[in-house]
């Protein structure tokens, strides 16, 4: 089992019993995952809380044709999102500032990217081009398929 559930919380008044949510995302079950591992999962998470639990099984996206599944619920998109906020159309409402948080990443990662690309090409242009700017391939076959790995330059 995994260390811990994903989240763990009593819904609301009308279901007293605790819920254990193990979250994937995507629609499909994860590689790492099997159906019968989250089943196992869910098994050993109700054993260990000591009570009966409702096990669900949420997916940030997506739509599913049962929630019922027998040992669990499964939960995906609008229901998911409904089911952990009470809000019907907060799968709208989280599209925004997720996607701030999104580009606040992307941003600085734009920026390291670049300065490793940056790094790149001025060591590839240094061991790798001729004088006149043209790729020497030679120097790069022979870096790479040569017997003896030659020594390492930074000029061509």
Known sequence: MRNK????FYHNEVYSLPWVVFL?????YPPYI????MKDDFKKAKKIIGQDVICVNGCCYGRGKSENKGDY????????WEFISGKPEFYKEIVEPLGYKA?????KFNAEYSKV???FGESFSSCYLKQDKSINWEKIVEFNSA?????KTNTV
């Open 73 to 80: 619920v499964k939960k995906c998109g609008q229901s998911f």
């Open 34 to 37: 099997s159906l019968r591992k």
């Open 5 to 8: 559930a994903d989240v763990l």
């Open 103 to 107: 580009k606040e990443r992307n941003d």
């Open 117 to 119: 690309v940056n790094k």
């Open 24 to 28: 994937v995302w995507m629609v499909g």
């Open 147 to 151: 017997i003896k790995q030659p020594p």
